[in-house]
């Protein structure tokens, strides 16, 4: 039997002293991708941080591959296979968006070129500083960024938020074709759980740095009552 | 949007073309700028043009080529540091016991005040890593401090608060004598200068260097794109440490005397103001500030000799000042279309 992707057992991690994350248990198999949802200041995203190696570890365990990568540094463990794109995005303003891609490039399937024919407009961009960019753009320059290190596991911290309806169904269908076309498995943080469901396979609610819901995206997504309790999302009134 | 099916994703085996995008994005980065091609013929030429400056030239050389070694710390590291002078220190000393009691090739002796300053820096690296920006400024003041206390105690080798002298240099490479009125050693200092800054030029614009300056603008950030901060700072710092044992070797065999002055806090204050007139983070910062500091240094003692300090501290408030933000990149007030001609902003 092959050892899942992913695997957290018993984690609890925080900042410093302050234990954030109460005893996470989850396992993501290669190709699957998982939606993490939860209200403000439920741990998400620290969750991620651990994952990527970025907060002080408490207990329990992470493997990736079957590699206990609990103890590893953060640069190590993009080696490993952990591709991030942090909330705040986290370009290199100074330098051009090919730059931004080949400064860090790894070999392996995701190469500029294939970048490039995700986010077509960063083609386009390419001789622009990434300050000179649109934060829809950063955003997309900060996935096609996270993919030249060609990691096995793409964690995304809400990487719709602030942006224009237009750019948000425009990188949708880019972490789509990401995750559904290329197989790449994914935990993305997202706020707007409406719009984030149909691209997972798996959804987890945090609460209270604890896990509250645990099932398949679709099930949440047709489950309004848990929608509602944990998320606070409201029905979608029927169209008249 | 357009849907991209896996047909129209251009098939690649490896990461090859990406390496060599990433190599020819980096030799644009690196192109030899206008200003090069001034202050390195212009420096030759002062050999013929000013023969009885040579002395201040060679000062300049000297401190030009430890500030450089501070900007790679500084400007592309983003270590600060009150302590650089220990390495300075260190590489004077070194070159001036070594000359004393086993060789006196010049060469050879600043290869190896560059590697016992190497061997410093590397283990004091460590001691840096740890910390902020504070406790920085804090360590490497106490090293510079402690050194130059042993250096006064231990008169037995370093001659204490007299200084070591009773020491002649030989001819640099077995054939160029030092001369009295400085030319040979102004060519020597300006030929190491030269080479040392084309390797810290060829360093700060690789790949490794453009990964220290990841690191500078921010260090999770780089982590999380698979830098290895620590080990790279390690790596500059200890590079850094090499150039300027470097500096403090020249300045011993220039000198033919070394004193616990090359460890003393001034120095480490004034390569630091070198810096931020001329700029961090390009190199050539450390070189049009030693030229402009000693310059003005050398003008002041000459117009106020017993006031020179008070101007000097007046132009450093009025460089930060009016720099604020901008301070150390003063070239970012020279209008765009003349930078575009001296092939754009370093």
Not at chain 1, 33 to 50: D, I, P, S, W
Not at chain 1, 174 to 189: C, H, K, N, P, T
Not at chain 2, 18 to 47: G, K, N, T, Y
Not at chain 2, 215 to 239: D, E, F, H, Q
Request: glycine share 10%; charged share 15%.
């Amino acid at each position: 039997m092959t050892a899942p992707l992913l695997a957290t057992r018993k984690l609890v991690a925080g900042y410093g002293e302050a234990a954030v994350l109460a005893g996470i248990d989850l396992t993501l198999e290669e190709g699957r991708t998982l939606a993490l949802l939860g209200r403000n200041g439920t741990g998400k995203t620290t969750l991620v941080e651990t994952i990527a190696g970025l907060t002080t570890h408490h207990g329990g365990t992470i493997h990736l591959m079957g590699q206990d990568i609990t103890r590893m540094r953060a640069d190590r463990r993009v080696a490993a296979g952990i591709g991030w794109v942090p909330q705040e995005r986290n370009i290199f303003k100074s330098l051009t968006v090919e730059e931004n891609l080949t400064a860090i490039a790894r070999p392996g399937v995701w190469t500029v070129d294939r970048a490039y024919s995700m986010f077509p407009r960063l083609k386009e961009r390419r001789r622009n500083l990434g300050s000179q960019l649109s934060g829809g753009e950063q955003q997309m320059l900060a996935v096609a960024r996270a993919l030249m290190v060609n990691p096995r596991l793409l964690l995304l911290d809400e990487p719709l938020e602030g942006l224009a309806p237009i750019i948000v169904d425009e990188l949708l269908a880019a972490l789509r074709q990401i995750v559904d076309g290329e197989g790449m498995s994914a935990i993305i943080i997202e706020q707007k759980a409406r719009k984030v469901l149909p691209l997972a396979h798996e959804a987890i609610i945090l609460d209270r740095g604890a896990i509250v819901y645990q099932g398949s995206s679709s099930d949440l997504l047709a489950d309004e009552k848990a929608l509602g309790q944990h998320l606070g999302v409201e029905k979608v009134p029927a169209r008249v | 949007m357009s849907v991209i099916t896996r047909e129209d994703v251009a098939p690649v085996e490896d990461g090859q073309d990406d390496q060599a995008r990433a190599m020819r994005l980096m030799r644009r980065r690196s192109r030899i700028r206008f200003f090069e091609f001034i202050i390195w013929p212009a420096a030759v030429a002062a050999i013929f043009l000013l023969p009885s400056k040579m002395l201040i030239l060679t000062e300049i050389a000297i401190l030009a080529l430890f500030a450089v070694s501070l900007d790679l710390v500084l400007g592309f590291a983003g270590i600060v540091s009150l302590g650089h002078t220990a390495f300075f220190g260190i590489g004077a000393y070194t070159a001036g016991l070594f000359a004393r009691h086993y060789f006196a090739e010049p060469v050879t002796g600043l290869l190896v005040a560059g590697v016992v300053s190497g061997i410093l820096g590397f283990a004091t690296s460590f001691l840096i890593l740890r910390g902020s920006d504070l406790t920085r400024l804090m360590t490497t003041l106490g090293i510079a401090l402690m050194l130059g206390e042993a250096a006064n105690q231990m008169g037995w080798l370093t001659g204490g608060a007299d200084g070591l002298s009773g020491f002649s240099l030989g001819p640099i490479l077995g054939l160029f004598e030092f001369d009295l009125w400085g030319r040979n050693g102004y060519i020597y200092c300006l030929a190491v200068l030269f080479v040392t800054t084309m390797v810290a030029r060829r360093i700060a614009f690789s790949p490794f260097g453009l990964a220290l300056k990841a690191i500078k603008s921010n260090p999770t950030r780089a982590a999380l794109v698979g830098v290895p901060a620590r080990r790279r700072l390690v790596i500059a710092y200890t590079i850094a440490a090499v150039m300027a044992g470097f500096a403090g070797a020249l300045l011993t065999q220039t000198t033919s005397f070394v004193s616990p002055d090359v460890l003393a806090f001034h120095r480490s204050a004034d390569v630091l103001l070198i810096l931020v007139i001329g700029g961090t983070g390009y190199l050539y910062g450390g070189i049009f500030g030693a030229i402009g500091f000693t310059l003005l240094k050398d003008w002041l003692s000459v117009v106020t000799p017993q006031y020179w300090m008070f101007w000097i501290g007046l132009l450093l408030v009025i460089l930060v000042l009016v720099g604020r933000g901008r301070i150390a990149r003063w070239i970012e007030y020279i209008p765009q279309r003349l930078t575009a001609a001296m092939g754009g902003k370093p």
